[in-house]
């Protein structure tokens, strides 16, 4: 179901409690900008917003919270409590801070907690975003051509086209990791209905998000993925009606497409079979892949990510976080670059 599939392709694993993937990009990465977030995490608004997020797939498991992503709300203030309060001034703010990191190093000293350093670098962060955040979120400097591409909807805070907006905005300012999320996919009825919306919502913001980035030079070095948990069967689900059919979930094969970031352009990789239900070789015969020994042609969730920290100069089977007692990996012991993607 989702809630197992989607934890599993943010962050390797079915059971709740590991690092998600922007998490693990955080911390093998580091931040190139040291006034925003390494990890931004957007909802876009949808019509349909039945399925549910959780603050696990962009939590930070058990690494430093200074990992996990940020969210940056669609309606009213971007990040919660960044303002100060009525009657504090920034100096007032400042010395707070100042009393409460010499408090937070005391109690570091005595327990030698990392997460008490995460905080301290947090607290700092959010007081440097008091301004830089504000300055992201103004799009009264875009051209009109800009959301002419985008179209107009990329005016509407919270859109899905004003989120991919604002993640060439994140990406123009050194954060590395950008994440949207766009709920209301779930049409086990009412596909027609449903699916129409939701393509109005993203067919044009995704393609023009590519096509700004590649206008101002960015899209080599910025790796697009695009995808979900799992497919939807080719077989109707549902009342047979002409409005009213639907697909249910489908994790044998799905699509995820990817763009830039070194990536080949123009090709696809996998087959199935002539009803999208089994992955085939080349000469139709079905595949069982599984996670622990990889088959030519196929892309486990492990070989997925494997291949997205390839693209982002990161050797999967290298970047590991020691926690009680055992290194882990965001590929666990699995995954495979997909070498037949990259240019």
Known sequence: NHDPAITYIQTGSQVPGRPSLGAWLSYGLGRVNENLPGYVVMHARSKFPEQSLFNRLWGTGFMPSEHQGVLLRSEGDAVLYLKNPAGVTGKDRRAQLDTLAALNQAHYKQFADPEILA???????????????????????????????????????????????????????????????????????????????????????????????????????????????????SYCQGKLTEMNYGRDHHPRCFTTWMAGGGIKPGITYGRTDDYAYNITDADGNMIRPTKDKWTPGTMHIHDLNATILNQMGIDHRKLTYRYQGRDFRLTDVHGHVIKDLIA
């Open 119 to 233: 905080r301290i670098q947090q607290h700092e962060l959010a007081y440097r975003m008091q301004t830089s955040v504000p300055e992201l979120m103004d799009l009264s400097g875009e051209s009109d051509s800009t959301f002419q591409l985008y179209g107009e909807e990329a005016k509407s805070a919270g859109s899905f086209a004003a989120c991919c907006l604002n993640a060439r905005r994140l990406a123009e300012r050194g954060v590395r990791n950008i994440q949207i999320f766009h709920r209301g996919w779930d049409a086990h009825g009412s596909l027609p209905k449903e699916h129409e919306s939701q393509c109005k919502d993203i067919d044009q913001a995704s393609a023009a998000l590519i096509t700004d980035l590649k206008q101002r030079g960015m899209l080599n070095e910025t790796l697009v993925v695009w995808g979900g948990e799992f497919g939807r069967t």
